[in-house]
């Protein structure tokens, strides 16, 4: 593209451009990669440095990637670039444009705010907190997430949606039940286990705590209250019954559940000291891992329950 047909960006750095880095890119000799230019307003996206160093050059033209969308998706596709490459945003850099996609996004969850601008979730709610007009959280009853789901801040019509659905469908499973009532698999099981103990689908305090217990369901076991804390040795005590169970010892099917529970369950009292030598790439990674075998273990723990009621045990 000629130089001289593009137009400067709406950039994220406050400072503007680094007038000591432009003059390195264009001291080098070394090609320099497409800038990227939003085509309907032919404004240079990312590449600000490049693109004047290019014209200090005295080049007429420049290598270019085009992006077609609208100036806001252009912003934010500025900040996320300028933090994957070339000289990085500053810390007051990313905070600001946290604020103003917040504000443009105001459905987007804090974790994908995070992503794109380089900034921690934490972070990220505090800025929205903080936010003149609250459009981060007042107008937006939902949240989209990095995977683009959208999930509700406020779980409660989920929860009620949820308990009808079993009361109409007993029978239904948890993770058909969850995703029509647009709540995890988690918030699902937990609803069914108020239900049947004769409460409110909803907690009666709804509060930040509460909702998050929701999401994560307390780990009470019913059939047994040796094992409802996993630091506790209890859960080595009935472990170890089973394993001295001639109808397991015995058997085929008996020795490879009981090889099964083993490494499912040993050694789970020392995961901080193995979370905390995590590198910081893996932490999400692991994170995922984490929710979907608590959600397996939810689901086993919710046979098991049904097994006992229909059978009497």
Known sequence: MPID????????????????????????????????????????????????AARLRGQREILVRFYDGDDEDAFIVAVETNN???????????????????????????????????????????????????SGRASAPARVGRDGKVRPLDATAGRL???????????????????????????????????RNGEHPVPERQNPVSAARAEAPDQRVTVDQRVD?????????????????PSLRFTDAGRTMLRWLHAHTAGLDQWKEHMDGLPPHTLRIVARLAHRNSVAWQEVLQHLEDTILKTGS
Not at 84 to 103: E, N, V
Not at 229 to 245: F, I, M, N, V, Y
């Open 84 to 134: 994957a490459h070339g000289l990085p945003l500053s810390q007051a850099d990313r905070t600001a444009a946290a604020a103003r996609i917040i504000h443009a996004r105001p459905r987007w969850s804090d974790r994908r705010v995070a992503s794109v601008t380089g900034l921690s979730a934490t972070t990220v709610g505090a800025i929205r907190r903080r936010s003149a007009d609250g």
């Open 161 to 195: 949606r949820a308990g009808d659905l079993m009361t109409q469908r007993p029978e239904a499973p948890i993770r058909e039940i969850a995703e029509a009532a647009g709540v995890s698999p988690a918030t699902a099981l937990d609803v069914r286990r108020r239900l």
């Open 229 to 245: 804390d996993p630091s506790d040795t209890g859960w080595r005590e009935a472990l170890g019954e089973l394993k001295r169970d």
């Open 5 to 52: 047909s593009l137009l400067p960006s709406d950039s994220p750095r406050l400072a503007g451009e680094s007038a000591e880095h432009i003059q390195v890119l264009a001291l080098s000799e070394a090609v320099l990669p497409p800038i990227v230019v939003n085509l309907p307003t032919r404004r240079v996206i990312d590449g600000m440095h490049r693109w004047r």
